[in-house]
């Protein structure tokens, strides 16, 4: 089931409830105690500039899969604040930075540093950064992956302790698989139906989403159900295939305009359509596909930022969903966003 731990930052009390959080999300993914302690200094000190720069925030701590190694998860922690930003970015991630003589000596630099992954956006309308934890530290050095990018962001309704969606991506040969599930309702029973579409995935992900869907429909028969979509992209076609079953809206980036993707109505594991319509497009470099749940306003208005789309999937999503909100109208359901992206070059996506 999806564990997300969403945790409001407005003074320095609840800094140490973000310590906590990251440090239950580590032991639960069996992170080693350096790992954990890793992990639990960068989001102190994400928390901390929350307080201190940005008149508060929000923070999640989520469990994701660990890209290029089946079976394990890691700690992906983010921290969302509604500005004002950061004046100078690339002083700012000067190993060492620090604005104040109340920082804990950490400094976003650091961040970049010892986390498996780190990136940033920011903007007047604020900040996100996101931080992930695998099981070993990345080599110094050692360039990420290359190829298409994805990631996501899962925030449960009401700070609830799981949520009834989940999003996840598998690779398989010149596939990449990213998933999201909506499992119906809300709270343990709904996050037991998108864990059971997630699990699937991960067996199925060397079809195409059209048979994956289809794999879906009896895992998720002893569960609530789910509105599920699937995304593929084939590196070796250069083409993207999308498939969806119930309320999952998703968006296509090409050029300078978003198209709609359309899911067809139905319920995974309850009510499965006799046929799956399936959205075959060109996967070009600079693409981006956007997937998300119902909780989304219903006239949620991607940006167009450019230097946005160049960013970790991770952060993209957060940066969504902040925008589709608001610090004073917060998300109105379990709320997940998840993408696929091309594969820029990009400063901030090397490990130092």
Same mark, same amino acid.
């Given at each position: 089931?999806?564990?997300?731990?969403?945790?409001?930052?407005?003074?320095?009390?609840?800094? %140490?409830?973000?310590?906590?959080?990251?440090?239950?999300?580590?032991?639960?993914?069996?992170?080693?105690?350096?790992?954990?302690?890793?992990?639990?200094?960068?989001?102190?000190? #994400?928390?901390?500039?929350?307080?201190?720069? $940005?008149?508060?925030?929000?923070? #999640?701590?989520?469990?994701?899969?660990?890209?290029?190694?089946?079976?394990?998860?890691?700690?992906?922690?983010?921290?969302?604040?509604?500005? /004002?930003?950061?004046?100078?970015?690339?002083?700012?991630?000067?190993?060492?930075?620090?604005?104040?003589?109340?920082?804990?000596? $950490?400094?976003?630099?650091?961040?970049?540093?010892?986390?498996?992954?780190?990136?940033?956006?920011?903007?007047? %309308?604020?900040?996100?950064?996101?931080?992930?934890?695998?099981?070993?530290?990345?080599?110094?050095?050692? %360039?990420?992956?290359?190829?298409?990018?994805?990631?996501?962001?899962?925030?449960?309704?009401?700070?609830?302790?799981?949520?009834?969606?989940?999003?996840?991506?598998?690779?398989?040969?010149?596939? #990449?698989?990213?998933?999201?599930?909506?499992?119906?309702?809300?709270?343990?029973?709904?996050?037991?139906?998108?864990?059971?579409?997630? $699990?699937?995935?991960?067996?199925?992900?060397?079809?195409? /989403?059209?048979?994956?869907?289809?794999?879906?429909?009896?895992?998720?028969?002893?569960?609530?159900?789910?509105?599920?979509?699937?995304?593929?992209?084939?590196?070796?076609?250069?083409?993207?295939?999308?498939?969806?079953?119930?309320?999952?809206?998703?968006?296509?980036?090409?050029?300078?305009?978003?198209?709609? #993707?359309?899911?067809?109505?139905?319920?995974?594991?309850?009510?499965?359509?006799?046929?799956?319509?399936?959205?075959?497009?060109?996967?070009?470099?600079?693409?981006?596909?956007?997937?998300?749940?119902?909780?989304?306003?219903?006239?949620?208005? /991607?940006?167009?930022?450019?230097?946005?789309?160049?960013?970790?999937?991770?952060?993209?999503?957060?940066?969504?969903?902040?925008?589709?909100?608001?610090? $004073?109208? /917060?998300?109105?359901?379990?709320?997940?966003?998840?993408?696929?992206?091309?594969?820029?070059?990009?400063?901030?996506?090397?490990?130092?």
């Amino acid at each position: 089931m999806a564990r997300v731990w969403d945790i409001p930052v407005h003074d320095s009390t609840r800094v %140490r409830d973000v310590r906590v959080a990251v440090e239950a999300a580590s032991t639960h993914v069996r992170l080693g105690p350096h790992r954990t302690a890793v992990a639990a200094l960068v989001a102190t000190e #994400l928390a901390t500039n929350l307080v201190k720069h $940005a008149n508060g925030g929000r923070f #999640l701590v989520d469990l994701v899969d660990q890209p290029g190694v089946t079976g394990t998860s890691g700690v992906q922690v983010t921290a969302i604040d509604y500005g /004002p930003g950061i004046r100078d970015i690339t002083a700012a991630m000067r190993d060492g930075y620090t604005t104040s003589e109340a920082s804990l000596g $950490a400094g976003l630099g650091t961040c970049l540093r010892i986390s498996s992954e780190f990136d940033l956006h920011s903007t007047p %309308r604020g900040t996100v950064a996101v931080a992930r934890f695998h099981q070993e530290p990345a080599r110094r050095g050692e %360039r990420r992956e290359q190829g298409p990018r994805a990631g996501g962001i899962n925030v449960p309704l009401d700070r609830a302790e799981h949520s009834g969606d989940a999003w996840s991506f598998a690779r398989s040969g010149s596939r #990449l698989t990213l998933m999201l599930a909506d499992g119906l309702g809300h709270g343990a029973r709904a996050a037991h139906a998108s864990g059971a579409a997630v $699990a699937e995935l991960h067996r199925s992900a060397h079809l195409p /989403p059209e048979q994956i869907l289809r794999h879906m429909h009896p895992a998720l028969r002893p569960t609530r159900g789910a509105a599920v979509a699937v995304a593929q992209i084939d590196t070796d076609s250069g083409e993207l295939a999308f498939a969806g079953v119930g309320n999952i809206g998703a968006r296509l980036h090409v050029g300078a305009s978003w198209e709609h #993707l359309i899911s067809h109505p139905g319920i995974v594991g309850a009510q499965f359509p006799a046929t799956v319509p399936v959205r075959r497009l060109p996967w070009r470099p600079g693409n981006l596909l956007v997937m998300h749940s119902d909780g989304l306003p219903s006239r949620w208005v /991607p940006s167009d930022d450019a230097d946005l789309f160049t960013h970790d999937p991770a952060v993209i999503a957060a940066t969504f969903l902040r925008d589709a909100s608001s610090a $004073a109208s /917060p998300v109105r359901d379990d709320t997940s966003v998840a993408v696929l992206a091309s594969d820029p070059v990009d400063r901030h996506h090397e490990l130092a």
